[in-house]
Protein backbone atom coordinates (compact mmCIF):
# COMPACT_ATOMS: atom_id res chain seq x y z
CA UNK A 1 0.00 0.00 0.00
CA UNK A 2 1.04 3.51 -0.65
CA UNK A 3 1.03 4.76 3.05
CA UNK A 4 2.74 1.77 4.01
CA UNK A 5 6.10 3.67 2.28
CA UNK A 6 5.27 6.92 4.10
CA UNK A 7 5.23 5.58 7.11
CA UNK A 8 7.05 2.21 7.71
CA UNK A 9 10.86 4.05 7.92
CA UNK A 10 9.14 6.23 10.73
CA UNK A 11 10.19 2.96 12.85
CA UNK A 12 11.50 0.32 11.19
CA UNK A 13 13.64 2.29 8.52
CA UNK A 14 16.97 2.02 10.31
CA UNK A 15 16.36 -1.58 11.07
CA UNK A 16 15.41 -2.51 7.60
CA UNK A 17 18.63 -0.96 6.37
CA UNK A 18 20.55 -2.52 9.21
CA UNK A 19 19.05 -6.23 7.69
CA UNK A 20 20.29 -4.92 4.71
CA UNK A 21 23.71 -4.50 4.86
CA UNK A 22 23.76 -7.64 6.93
CA UNK A 23 22.43 -9.19 3.37
CA UNK A 24 25.21 -7.63 1.59
CA UNK A 25 27.71 -9.98 4.01
CA UNK A 26 26.09 -13.18 2.47
CA UNK A 27 29.25 -14.94 0.60
CA UNK A 28 28.59 -14.33 -3.51
CA UNK A 29 30.10 -16.63 -6.05
CA UNK A 30 33.61 -15.85 -5.91
CA UNK A 31 33.87 -16.21 -2.13
CA UNK A 32 32.42 -19.56 -2.55
CA UNK A 33 34.66 -20.78 -5.73
CA UNK A 34 37.57 -19.15 -3.01
CA UNK A 35 36.26 -21.78 -0.62
CA UNK A 36 35.77 -24.25 -2.68
CA UNK A 37 39.55 -24.18 -3.84
CA UNK A 38 40.63 -24.94 -0.84
CA UNK A 39 42.62 -28.05 0.27
CA UNK A 40 42.30 -28.01 4.06
CA UNK A 41 40.22 -26.62 6.63
CA UNK A 42 42.69 -23.95 7.88
CA UNK A 43 43.01 -23.03 4.18
CA UNK A 44 38.37 -22.24 4.72
CA UNK A 45 39.52 -20.37 7.58
CA UNK A 46 41.70 -17.90 5.86
CA UNK A 47 39.28 -17.98 3.17
CA UNK A 48 36.20 -17.18 5.50
CA UNK A 49 38.26 -14.17 7.26
CA UNK A 50 38.60 -12.10 3.85
CA UNK A 51 34.33 -12.37 3.63
CA UNK A 52 31.81 -10.69 6.37
CA UNK A 53 32.83 -13.46 8.75
CA UNK A 54 35.78 -12.15 9.60
CA UNK A 55 38.12 -13.75 12.79
CA UNK A 56 35.20 -15.91 14.09
CA UNK A 57 37.22 -18.93 14.10
CA UNK A 58 40.57 -17.14 15.52
CA UNK A 59 40.21 -18.50 19.05
CA UNK A 60 39.93 -22.04 17.57
CA UNK A 61 42.77 -23.82 17.71
CA UNK A 62 44.07 -26.30 14.60
CA UNK A 63 42.53 -28.71 13.52
CA UNK A 64 39.17 -27.32 13.31
CA UNK A 65 36.24 -29.57 12.87
CA UNK A 66 33.12 -28.67 10.70
CA UNK A 67 31.20 -29.10 14.07
CA UNK A 68 33.03 -26.38 15.28
CA UNK A 69 32.57 -23.80 11.87
CA UNK A 70 28.66 -24.52 11.95
CA UNK A 71 28.49 -23.78 15.80
CA UNK A 72 30.55 -20.48 14.94
CA UNK A 73 28.93 -19.64 12.07
CA UNK A 74 25.30 -19.84 14.02
CA UNK A 75 26.79 -17.89 16.50
CA UNK A 76 27.37 -15.15 14.53
CA UNK A 77 24.05 -15.44 12.88
CA UNK A 78 22.39 -15.68 16.55
CA UNK A 79 24.20 -12.40 17.72
CA UNK A 80 23.05 -10.43 14.72
CA UNK A 81 19.77 -11.26 14.96
CA UNK A 82 19.57 -10.55 18.92
CA UNK A 83 20.71 -7.27 17.76
CA UNK A 84 18.14 -6.79 15.27
CA UNK A 85 15.83 -7.69 17.77
CA UNK A 86 16.77 -5.59 20.96
CA UNK A 87 16.93 -2.60 18.78
CA UNK A 88 13.56 -2.79 17.33
CA UNK A 89 9.58 -2.10 18.19
CA UNK A 90 6.42 -3.27 17.81
CA UNK A 91 5.21 -4.92 15.81
CA UNK A 92 8.81 -5.57 14.45
CA UNK A 93 9.56 -7.56 17.69
CA UNK A 94 6.65 -9.68 17.59
CA UNK A 95 7.33 -10.84 13.92
CA UNK A 96 11.02 -11.53 14.99
CA UNK A 97 9.77 -13.36 17.73
CA UNK A 98 7.42 -15.25 15.25
CA UNK A 99 10.63 -16.13 13.55
CA UNK A 100 11.95 -17.77 17.07
CA UNK A 101 8.70 -20.08 17.62
CA UNK A 102 10.22 -22.96 15.34
CA UNK A 103 13.42 -23.06 16.94
CA UNK A 104 11.41 -23.17 20.07
CA UNK A 105 9.13 -25.99 19.09
CA UNK A 106 12.55 -27.98 17.81
CA UNK A 107 14.09 -27.28 21.17
CA UNK A 108 11.08 -28.33 22.96
CA UNK A 109 11.09 -31.48 21.24
CA UNK A 110 14.75 -32.22 21.34
CA UNK A 111 15.13 -31.54 25.37
CA UNK A 112 11.29 -34.09 25.55
CA UNK A 113 13.07 -36.98 23.15
CA UNK A 114 16.42 -36.62 24.92
CA UNK A 115 14.24 -37.20 28.29
CA UNK A 116 12.61 -40.07 27.05
CA UNK A 117 15.83 -41.63 26.21
CA UNK A 118 17.84 -40.88 29.35
CA UNK A 119 20.39 -38.40 28.12
CA UNK A 120 22.20 -35.99 30.35
CA UNK A 121 20.03 -32.54 29.99
CA UNK A 122 23.07 -30.53 30.12
CA UNK A 123 24.11 -32.26 26.74
CA UNK A 124 20.65 -31.75 25.69
CA UNK A 125 21.04 -28.17 26.52
CA UNK A 126 24.00 -27.81 24.44
CA UNK A 127 22.46 -29.10 21.40
CA UNK A 128 19.33 -26.74 21.21
CA UNK A 129 19.34 -24.58 18.26
CA UNK A 130 20.51 -20.98 20.36
CA UNK A 131 17.77 -18.61 18.34
CA UNK A 132 15.04 -21.09 20.41
CA UNK A 133 16.09 -20.79 23.94
CA UNK A 134 13.94 -19.94 26.59
CA UNK A 135 13.85 -19.57 30.35
CA UNK A 136 12.25 -22.83 31.21
CA UNK A 137 13.38 -24.79 28.93
CA UNK A 138 15.79 -26.88 31.47
CA UNK A 139 12.47 -27.78 33.50
CA UNK A 140 11.26 -29.73 30.69
CA UNK A 141 14.10 -32.26 31.86
CA UNK A 142 12.49 -32.67 34.90
CA UNK A 143 8.73 -33.90 33.34
CA UNK A 144 7.42 -36.91 32.01
CA UNK A 145 4.11 -37.03 31.28
CA UNK A 146 2.79 -34.05 28.87
CA UNK A 147 0.00 -32.84 31.08
CA UNK A 148 2.93 -32.14 33.49
CA UNK A 149 4.58 -30.40 30.50
CA UNK A 150 1.98 -28.37 29.35
CA UNK A 151 0.92 -27.19 33.14
CA UNK A 152 4.03 -26.83 34.82
CA UNK A 153 6.49 -25.43 32.41
CA UNK A 154 4.78 -24.69 28.58
CA UNK A 155 1.89 -22.72 29.49
CA UNK A 156 3.80 -19.83 30.58
CA UNK A 157 5.70 -19.94 27.44
CA UNK A 158 4.74 -18.33 24.16
CA UNK A 159 4.28 -21.74 22.55
CA UNK A 160 1.27 -22.28 24.67
CA UNK A 161 -1.53 -21.11 22.67
CA UNK A 162 0.00 -24.13 19.96
CA UNK A 163 -0.61 -26.81 22.70
CA UNK A 164 -4.66 -28.06 22.17
CA UNK A 165 -6.48 -30.70 24.01
CA UNK A 166 -5.36 -33.55 21.77
CA UNK A 167 -1.87 -32.76 22.60
CA UNK A 168 -1.67 -31.98 26.15
CA UNK A 169 -3.58 -35.43 26.47
CA UNK A 170 -1.06 -37.82 24.36
CA UNK A 171 1.32 -40.49 25.42
CA UNK A 172 5.14 -39.46 24.90
CA UNK A 173 6.47 -42.18 22.86
CA UNK A 174 8.22 -42.62 19.26
CA UNK A 175 5.05 -41.90 16.72
CA UNK A 176 3.66 -38.85 18.93
CA UNK A 177 6.26 -37.28 19.22
CA UNK A 178 6.33 -36.87 15.76
CA UNK A 179 2.50 -36.02 15.72
CA UNK A 180 3.08 -33.30 18.50
CA UNK A 181 5.96 -31.44 16.69
CA UNK A 182 3.86 -31.56 13.41
CA UNK A 183 0.68 -30.28 15.53
CA UNK A 184 2.70 -27.52 16.88
CA UNK A 185 4.50 -26.54 13.74
CA UNK A 186 0.93 -26.75 12.14
CA UNK A 187 -0.86 -24.01 14.62
CA UNK A 188 2.51 -22.22 14.87
CA UNK A 189 2.68 -21.50 10.38
CA UNK A 190 -1.25 -20.72 10.65
CA UNK A 191 -0.95 -18.11 13.80
CA UNK A 192 2.37 -16.78 11.58
CA UNK A 193 0.46 -16.45 8.58
CA UNK A 194 -2.70 -14.87 10.50
CA UNK A 195 -0.18 -12.74 11.59
CA UNK A 196 1.25 -11.89 8.27
CA UNK A 197 -1.85 -11.00 6.87
CA UNK A 198 -3.42 -8.63 9.15
CA UNK A 199 -0.07 -6.32 8.24
CA UNK A 200 -1.53 -5.80 5.38
CA UNK A 201 0.74 -4.51 2.42
CA UNK A 202 3.75 -5.55 0.69
CA UNK A 203 4.61 -7.52 4.31
CA UNK A 204 1.37 -9.64 3.42
CA UNK A 205 1.98 -10.54 -0.18
CA UNK A 206 5.88 -11.29 0.54
CA UNK A 207 5.61 -13.49 4.05
CA UNK A 208 2.22 -14.76 2.31
CA UNK A 209 4.19 -16.74 -0.67
CA UNK A 210 6.95 -17.29 1.83
CA UNK A 211 4.45 -19.23 4.18
CA UNK A 212 2.09 -20.60 1.66
CA UNK A 213 5.30 -22.55 0.15
CA UNK A 214 6.30 -23.52 4.04
CA UNK A 215 3.08 -25.08 4.32
CA UNK A 216 2.91 -27.04 1.28
CA UNK A 217 6.37 -28.22 1.85
CA UNK A 218 5.47 -29.53 5.25
CA UNK A 219 1.97 -30.68 3.69
CA UNK A 220 4.84 -32.91 1.34
CA UNK A 221 7.07 -34.32 3.78
CA UNK A 222 4.91 -35.36 6.05
CA UNK A 223 2.86 -37.15 3.38
CA UNK A 224 5.91 -38.98 2.19
CA UNK A 225 7.57 -39.42 5.58
CA UNK A 226 3.82 -41.50 6.31
CA UNK A 227 3.99 -43.61 3.95
CA UNK A 228 5.17 -47.19 5.21
CA UNK A 229 4.13 -46.17 9.09
CA UNK A 230 1.24 -46.71 11.34
CA UNK A 231 0.16 -43.30 10.62
CA UNK A 232 -3.51 -43.17 9.39
CA UNK A 233 -4.71 -41.17 6.85
CA UNK A 234 -7.18 -39.26 9.25
CA UNK A 235 -4.38 -38.79 11.65
CA UNK A 236 -2.57 -37.30 8.54
CA UNK A 237 -4.96 -35.34 7.17
CA UNK A 238 -5.26 -33.53 10.79
CA UNK A 239 -1.37 -32.19 10.17
CA UNK A 240 -1.72 -30.72 7.27
CA UNK A 241 -1.76 -26.84 7.53
CA UNK A 242 -4.48 -25.09 6.74
CA UNK A 243 -3.09 -22.78 4.06
CA UNK A 244 -0.85 -22.92 1.08
CA UNK A 245 -0.66 -23.11 -2.93
CA UNK A 246 -2.22 -26.45 -2.77
CA UNK A 247 -5.14 -25.48 -0.27
CA UNK A 248 -7.39 -26.96 -0.84
CA UNK A 249 -7.92 -29.11 -3.86
CA UNK A 250 -4.27 -29.94 -3.97
CA UNK A 251 -4.31 -31.19 -0.04
CA UNK A 252 -7.34 -33.15 -0.01
CA UNK A 253 -5.22 -34.89 -3.33
CA UNK A 254 -2.68 -35.58 -0.97
CA UNK A 255 -4.36 -36.90 1.81
CA UNK A 256 -5.62 -39.64 -0.65
CA UNK A 257 -2.09 -40.71 -1.81
CA UNK A 258 -0.53 -43.74 -1.19
CA UNK A 259 2.75 -42.99 -2.97
CA UNK A 260 5.30 -40.97 -4.12
CA UNK A 261 3.50 -40.90 -7.85
CA UNK A 262 0.64 -40.11 -5.98
CA UNK A 263 2.21 -37.24 -3.96
CA UNK A 264 3.48 -35.98 -7.50
CA UNK A 265 -0.06 -36.14 -8.89
CA UNK A 266 -1.66 -33.92 -6.05
CA UNK A 267 1.30 -31.31 -6.86
CA UNK A 268 0.07 -31.31 -10.55
CA UNK A 269 -2.31 -28.31 -10.16
CA UNK A 270 0.45 -25.91 -9.24
CA UNK A 271 3.25 -24.87 -11.54
CA UNK A 272 6.26 -24.09 -9.49
CA UNK A 273 5.94 -27.48 -7.70
CA UNK A 274 5.15 -29.64 -11.13
CA UNK A 275 8.76 -28.50 -11.80
CA UNK A 276 10.08 -29.30 -8.84
CA UNK A 277 8.85 -32.98 -9.07
CA UNK A 278 10.17 -32.73 -12.87
CA UNK A 279 12.96 -32.03 -11.81
CA UNK A 280 13.37 -34.65 -8.90
CA UNK A 281 12.48 -37.16 -11.04
CA UNK A 282 14.78 -37.27 -13.90
CA UNK A 283 17.84 -37.05 -12.35
CA UNK A 284 18.93 -38.84 -9.30
CA UNK A 285 21.87 -36.32 -8.07
CA UNK A 286 19.38 -33.76 -6.86
CA UNK A 287 16.39 -34.67 -3.43
CA UNK A 288 13.44 -33.34 -2.54
CA UNK A 289 14.87 -32.10 -0.10
CA UNK A 290 17.44 -30.26 -2.04
CA UNK A 291 14.97 -29.24 -4.63
CA UNK A 292 12.69 -27.54 -1.51
CA UNK A 293 15.87 -25.83 -0.85
CA UNK A 294 16.23 -24.16 -4.32
CA UNK A 295 13.09 -22.99 -4.61
CA UNK A 296 12.91 -21.88 -0.67
CA UNK A 297 16.07 -19.70 -1.77
CA UNK A 298 14.87 -18.23 -4.75
CA UNK A 299 11.93 -17.42 -2.86
CA UNK A 300 13.59 -15.70 -0.23
CA UNK A 301 15.85 -14.30 -2.36
CA UNK A 302 12.94 -12.21 -4.12
CA UNK A 303 11.70 -10.72 -0.43
CA UNK A 304 14.89 -8.23 -0.81
CA UNK A 305 13.54 -6.94 -4.37
CA UNK A 306 10.88 -4.56 -2.55
CA UNK A 307 11.06 -2.25 0.40
CA UNK A 308 9.07 -1.16 3.12
CA UNK A 309 8.09 -5.05 4.76
CA UNK A 310 8.95 -7.46 6.96
CA UNK A 311 9.55 -9.92 5.13
CA UNK A 312 13.52 -8.91 4.47
CA UNK A 313 14.21 -10.06 8.40
CA UNK A 314 12.32 -13.57 7.81
CA UNK A 315 14.79 -14.08 4.05
CA UNK A 316 17.86 -13.01 5.78
CA UNK A 317 17.80 -15.49 8.25
CA UNK A 318 16.81 -18.34 6.09
CA UNK A 319 18.92 -17.31 3.79
CA UNK A 320 22.24 -17.01 6.30
CA UNK A 321 20.80 -20.93 7.51
CA UNK A 322 21.43 -22.02 3.69
CA UNK A 323 24.50 -20.29 3.65
CA UNK A 324 25.61 -22.06 6.94
CA UNK A 325 24.78 -25.00 5.64
CA UNK A 326 26.42 -24.35 2.37
CA UNK A 327 29.76 -23.91 3.94
CA UNK A 328 29.75 -26.90 6.58
CA UNK A 329 28.63 -29.10 2.81
CA UNK A 330 31.65 -27.61 1.56
CA UNK A 331 34.23 -28.37 4.62
CA UNK A 332 32.76 -32.11 5.52
CA UNK A 333 34.19 -32.62 0.97
CA UNK A 334 36.60 -30.98 1.54
CA UNK A 335 37.53 -32.81 4.76
CA UNK A 336 36.56 -36.55 3.18
CA UNK A 337 38.38 -35.37 -0.09
CA UNK A 338 35.04 -35.96 -1.79
CA UNK A 339 35.82 -33.15 -4.26
CA UNK A 340 33.53 -34.57 -7.24
CA UNK A 341 30.23 -33.64 -4.77
CA UNK A 342 31.47 -30.11 -4.26
CA UNK A 343 29.09 -27.64 -6.12
CA UNK A 344 26.18 -29.45 -5.14
CA UNK A 345 25.68 -26.80 -2.86
CA UNK A 346 23.07 -23.99 -3.15
CA UNK A 347 24.26 -20.87 -4.68
CA UNK A 348 22.49 -18.00 -3.02
CA UNK A 349 23.56 -15.05 -5.06
CA UNK B 1 -14.16 48.94 13.15
CA UNK B 2 -12.65 48.72 9.81
CA UNK B 3 -13.39 44.95 9.46
CA UNK B 4 -16.92 45.56 10.70
CA UNK B 5 -17.37 48.24 7.90
CA UNK B 6 -15.79 45.88 5.28
CA UNK B 7 -18.27 43.66 6.05
CA UNK B 8 -21.21 46.01 5.90
CA UNK B 9 -19.21 47.18 2.69
CA UNK B 10 -19.74 43.43 1.27
CA UNK B 11 -22.21 42.30 2.58
CA UNK B 12 -24.12 45.66 1.15
CA UNK B 13 -23.91 43.93 -2.36
CA UNK B 14 -25.82 41.10 -1.07
CA UNK B 15 -29.72 40.78 -2.01
CA UNK B 16 -30.86 38.55 0.19
CA UNK B 17 -31.68 39.14 3.40
CA UNK B 18 -29.92 36.24 5.68
CA UNK B 19 -28.43 37.57 8.74
CA UNK B 20 -30.89 35.95 10.76
CA UNK B 21 -29.74 36.47 14.47
CA UNK B 22 -28.84 32.53 15.37
CA UNK B 23 -26.27 32.26 12.25
CA UNK B 24 -25.39 32.19 8.72
CA UNK B 25 -28.49 30.58 6.48
CA UNK B 26 -26.50 30.13 3.57
CA UNK B 27 -22.44 29.09 3.04
CA UNK B 28 -21.90 32.23 0.22
CA UNK B 29 -22.61 34.75 3.31
CA UNK B 30 -20.42 32.75 5.50
CA UNK B 31 -17.57 32.64 3.26
CA UNK B 32 -17.94 36.15 2.09
CA UNK B 33 -17.89 37.39 5.66
CA UNK B 34 -14.62 35.68 5.88
CA UNK B 35 -12.40 38.95 5.78
CA UNK B 36 -9.31 38.63 2.79
CA UNK B 37 -6.57 39.50 5.17
CA UNK B 38 -8.14 35.85 7.11
CA UNK B 39 -7.67 34.30 3.51
CA UNK B 40 -4.60 35.98 2.42
CA UNK B 41 -2.52 34.46 6.13
CA UNK B 42 -4.26 31.51 5.93
CA UNK B 43 -2.58 31.14 2.37
CA UNK B 44 1.24 32.50 4.05
CA UNK B 45 0.73 29.74 6.74
CA UNK B 46 -0.41 27.22 4.51
CA UNK B 47 2.64 28.29 2.22
CA UNK B 48 5.19 27.75 5.04
CA UNK B 49 3.85 25.43 7.09
CA UNK B 50 2.93 22.50 4.63
CA UNK B 51 5.90 22.68 2.77
CA UNK B 52 8.05 22.09 6.06
CA UNK B 53 6.16 19.19 6.92
CA UNK B 54 6.54 17.26 3.24
CA UNK B 55 10.36 18.34 3.80
CA UNK B 56 10.45 17.00 6.97
CA UNK B 57 8.79 13.62 6.07
CA UNK B 58 11.48 13.45 3.14
CA UNK B 59 14.52 14.35 5.59
CA UNK B 60 12.94 11.50 7.93
CA UNK B 61 12.41 9.19 5.14
CA UNK B 62 15.45 9.33 3.83
CA UNK B 63 17.81 9.91 6.84
CA UNK B 64 16.93 6.49 8.64
CA UNK B 65 17.97 3.86 6.28
CA UNK B 66 20.71 6.15 5.06
CA UNK B 67 21.82 5.80 8.56
CA UNK B 68 20.94 2.48 8.92
CA UNK B 69 22.87 1.64 5.12
CA UNK B 70 25.96 3.53 6.46
CA UNK B 71 26.91 0.68 8.86
CA UNK B 72 27.73 -1.85 6.27
CA UNK B 73 29.04 0.76 3.76
CA UNK B 74 30.10 3.90 4.98
CA UNK B 75 31.57 5.25 1.78
CA UNK B 76 27.78 5.98 1.10
CA UNK B 77 27.61 8.68 3.97
CA UNK B 78 28.82 11.90 2.13
CA UNK B 79 27.04 11.00 -1.28
CA UNK B 80 23.20 10.44 -0.36
CA UNK B 81 23.57 13.68 1.87
CA UNK B 82 22.31 15.25 -1.62
CA UNK B 83 19.06 12.96 -1.01
CA UNK B 84 18.49 15.16 2.39
CA UNK B 85 19.39 18.42 0.67
CA UNK B 86 16.86 18.16 -2.34
CA UNK B 87 14.27 17.77 0.83
CA UNK B 88 15.89 20.65 2.32
CA UNK B 89 15.42 22.62 -0.75
CA UNK B 90 11.67 22.01 -0.65
CA UNK B 91 11.49 23.70 2.64
CA UNK B 92 13.56 26.73 1.39
CA UNK B 93 10.59 26.76 -1.49
CA UNK B 94 7.96 27.29 0.92
CA UNK B 95 10.19 30.09 2.94
CA UNK B 96 10.74 32.24 -0.50
CA UNK B 97 7.19 32.16 -1.34
CA UNK B 98 5.85 32.61 1.74
CA UNK B 99 8.44 35.47 2.33
CA UNK B 100 6.71 36.68 -1.18
CA UNK B 101 3.05 36.15 0.03
CA UNK B 102 3.78 38.01 2.93
CA UNK B 103 4.53 40.99 1.50
CA UNK B 104 1.93 40.94 -1.11
CA UNK B 105 -0.19 40.34 2.11
CA UNK B 106 1.14 42.72 4.90
CA UNK B 107 0.05 45.51 6.86
CA UNK B 108 -2.44 47.04 4.97
CA UNK B 109 -2.43 51.04 4.39
CA UNK B 110 -4.76 53.29 6.65
CA UNK B 111 -6.75 54.55 3.40
CA UNK B 112 -7.90 50.72 2.64
CA UNK B 113 -11.59 52.08 3.37
CA UNK B 114 -11.80 52.67 -0.90
CA UNK B 115 -15.03 54.44 -1.81
CA UNK B 116 -16.62 52.66 -4.21
CA UNK B 117 -16.61 48.93 -5.40
CA UNK B 118 -13.68 48.07 -7.34
CA UNK B 119 -11.45 48.26 -3.91
CA UNK B 120 -13.60 45.37 -2.50
CA UNK B 121 -13.26 43.08 -4.90
CA UNK B 122 -9.39 43.86 -5.55
CA UNK B 123 -9.22 42.74 -1.74
CA UNK B 124 -11.53 39.72 -2.41
CA UNK B 125 -9.52 39.31 -4.94
CA UNK B 126 -6.14 39.38 -3.62
CA UNK B 127 -7.00 37.82 -0.21
CA UNK B 128 -8.48 34.47 -2.39
CA UNK B 129 -5.62 34.46 -4.49
CA UNK B 130 -3.35 35.00 -1.97
CA UNK B 131 -4.97 31.83 0.04
CA UNK B 132 -4.86 29.49 -3.65
CA UNK B 133 -1.38 30.72 -4.01
CA UNK B 134 -0.31 29.23 -0.65
CA UNK B 135 -2.36 25.98 -1.19
CA UNK B 136 -0.68 25.41 -4.01
CA UNK B 137 2.72 25.96 -3.09
CA UNK B 138 2.28 23.72 0.27
CA UNK B 139 0.69 21.13 -1.22
CA UNK B 140 2.98 20.48 -4.11
CA UNK B 141 5.81 20.77 -1.85
CA UNK B 142 4.42 18.60 0.67
CA UNK B 143 4.08 15.60 -1.99
CA UNK B 144 7.48 16.53 -3.68
CA UNK B 145 9.33 16.58 -0.02
CA UNK B 146 7.64 12.74 0.30
CA UNK B 147 8.24 11.51 -3.08
CA UNK B 148 12.33 12.60 -2.45
CA UNK B 149 12.19 11.24 0.72
CA UNK B 150 11.09 7.52 -0.21
CA UNK B 151 13.12 7.72 -3.30
CA UNK B 152 16.09 8.88 -1.16
CA UNK B 153 15.69 6.23 1.28
CA UNK B 154 16.12 3.65 -1.49
CA UNK B 155 18.79 5.20 -3.26
CA UNK B 156 20.68 5.46 0.27
CA UNK B 157 19.68 1.29 0.58
CA UNK B 158 20.79 0.51 -3.09
CA UNK B 159 23.91 2.53 -3.30
CA UNK B 160 25.04 0.15 -0.81
CA UNK B 161 24.95 -2.69 -2.28
CA UNK B 162 26.09 -1.20 -5.76
CA UNK B 163 27.73 2.06 -6.09
CA UNK B 164 27.11 2.17 -9.89
CA UNK B 165 23.28 2.92 -9.26
CA UNK B 166 23.53 6.11 -7.57
CA UNK B 167 23.67 8.68 -10.71
CA UNK B 168 20.86 6.76 -11.62
CA UNK B 169 18.54 7.11 -9.16
CA UNK B 170 19.33 10.83 -8.49
CA UNK B 171 18.15 11.18 -12.07
CA UNK B 172 14.78 10.06 -10.14
CA UNK B 173 14.96 12.39 -7.48
CA UNK B 174 15.83 14.91 -9.31
CA UNK B 175 12.47 15.09 -11.14
CA UNK B 176 10.94 14.70 -8.20
CA UNK B 177 12.26 17.64 -7.03
CA UNK B 178 10.88 19.45 -10.12
CA UNK B 179 7.24 19.31 -8.43
CA UNK B 180 8.27 21.79 -6.25
CA UNK B 181 9.12 24.22 -8.10
CA UNK B 182 5.85 23.21 -10.32
CA UNK B 183 4.26 24.53 -7.56
CA UNK B 184 6.81 28.01 -7.03
CA UNK B 185 6.19 28.94 -10.39
CA UNK B 186 2.20 28.73 -10.49
CA UNK B 187 2.46 30.43 -7.04
CA UNK B 188 4.30 32.99 -8.24
CA UNK B 189 1.84 33.37 -11.35
CA UNK B 190 -1.20 33.37 -9.66
CA UNK B 191 -0.70 36.10 -7.29
CA UNK B 192 1.29 38.87 -9.92
CA UNK B 193 -1.95 41.00 -9.84
CA UNK B 194 -2.75 40.55 -6.02
CA UNK B 195 -1.62 43.26 -3.41
CA UNK B 196 -3.52 45.09 -0.35
CA UNK B 197 -1.45 47.70 -1.06
CA UNK B 198 -2.79 49.27 -4.01
CA UNK B 199 -6.54 49.31 -3.74
CA UNK B 200 -7.61 51.93 -6.36
Keep these: MAGDMMTFNIKDGFMEAVCRGFRSGLLNTTDYSNICQCDCLDDVKQQLACTDYGDFLSNEHPPIATTTIAEKSTDKLVQEFNW ?54 ASLCAATKTSELFQLVLVDTPLAPYFSEAVTDADLDELNIEIIRNTLYKAYLEDFYKFCTAMGGATA ?29 DDRAKLLPSFGFLYPEGLTRLEQAEDFQGVRDACECYGPYRNIFADVGYSSEKSLEDAFFEFEVAQNRLAFEQQFHYGVFYAFVKLKEQEIRNIVWIAECIQQDQKSRINQYIPIF | LCIGAHNTLVRGMNITNSTASDGYLHWNDLLIDISPFAWANIGVSAAIGVSVLGAAWGIFVTGSSLVGAAIKAPRIRSKNLISVIFCEAVAIYGVIMAIILETKAGTPPPQFMVPGLEGVYKLSFSGYGIFAAGLVVGLSNLCCGICVGIVGSSCALSDAQNPALFVKILVVEIFGSALGLFGVIVGIIMTAGCSFQDTR
Design chain 1, 84 to 137: VRSQSTAPLTKFLDYIRYSYMIDNVILVITGTMHDRDPHELLEKCHPLGLFDSL
Design chain 1, 205 to 233: EVMGDILKFEADRRAINITINSFGTDLTK
